[in-house]
């Protein structure tokens, strides 16, 4: 009986010491912790294509050969006008071609009509042919059980693009094989699996915009939604959080100087971490003022500090955006970028790290 005592009493006596150290050494695990916010950004990529000339006259037209028996044949099978669906391509790619950055005071072309002439390629700055348009249609279904089954509508397609400058130079020969996919998800038995499927004229309909969708982005700078992220500051929380409203709000300049003021309070040795999220948080607020320069100078201060493997994707991607911009000031009708901030913060010395 008295050794049982002992025991639990030790028990208690080990259940108390550990209470302890753990109250002693939450508050530096939890100090050890990293928070990220992430932060929403829209950058602009430029087109697979890049070249010379004016791009304020352009031409978009369906070759002759497109209005070919095999494709009235599929006319004639599905009900879907030749017409109508070599129309939605071309002015689905002129509206996308309209709302590229640069474009919008551009002048468009549209010929369809395969009885009248085409237009002379000396008329444009731009010429672009829809050349060829094959489509096959295929339906396909799996059973999963007894009961349980799902359809799929098969459109197989092959399409081809052309491209000439006003003086008759070939920019882009693109032929595009692939196939789009519908399914009917999955229903109780085979019959309600194929009548959930989409009409082929719907189909259709949508493909026309998917391929616009799939070759604008050769021609024209698109702008590209991504997402940056940054440090919340566990040695300054509240200023860390205002720093973040500013980000999500556009006070680019109001965040970079939060982060600067806690970086001129960090002026003790030691404290190599904190100084390394700081100066990567002020990189961030230089990218969205499209100051890439600058935002290349506080990565690497904060790689050098302390986060250096986590800031070389981010220094790539920077480099990368400088080489993009040489390419969108040749393919846009106007630079697009942002204005320059003429308060923007002077650096802070290598000597004051």
Known sequence: MRLKVIIIYQIYQLTCAARYLLMMWMPLFLSACVTMRHCPIETLQPAQLTYEGSKNNIAICASQTLFSDALRSNENATGVPTDSLIANILFSLQHLWEEAPGYEDAQFFIHITPTD??????????????????????????????????????????????????????????????????????????????????????????????????????????????????????????????????????????????????????????????????????????????????????????????????????????????QHQTKLDQQTLKTISDDPISDYPIPISDSEF
Request: hydrophobic residues 40%.
């Open 117 to 322: 002439d085409p237009p002379e390629v000396s008329d444009f700055d731009l010429l672009v042919w829809l050349d060829k348009l094959q489509i096959k249609n295929s339906y396909y279904g799996q059973q999963y059980s007894f009961y349980e089954w799902e359809a799929y509508l098969y459109v197989h397609y092959t399409i081809k693009w052309v491209v000439h400058s006003k003086a008759g130079t070939l920019i882009d020969e693109y032929i595009d094989r692939d196939l789009m996919v519908w399914p009917s998800g999955i229903r109780t038995g085979k019959s309600e699996a194929v009548m959930n499927l989409p009409d082929v004229k719907d189909a259709w309909w949508d493909m026309g915009i998917a391929l616009a969708q799939k070759y604008i982005v050769r021609l024209v700078p698109q702008w590209n939604e991504g997402v940056r992220y940054i440090y919340m500051v566990n040695k300054f929380p509240e200023l860390s959080r205002q720093a973040y409203t500013s980000m999500l709000n556009d006070g680019y300049v109001r965040a970079f100087d939060i982060w600067e003021n806690m970086l001129l309070a960090c002026r003790k040795k030691g404290q190599k971490r904190t100084k390394s999220q700081i100066t990567y948080n002020m990189a961030v607020a230089c990218e969205f003022q499209n100051q890439l320069e600058e935002a290349i100078y506080w990565a690497q201060r904060s790689a050098n500090l302390n986060l250096k493997y986590r800031t070389a994707n981010y220094l790539n991607l920077l480099r990368e955006r400088i």
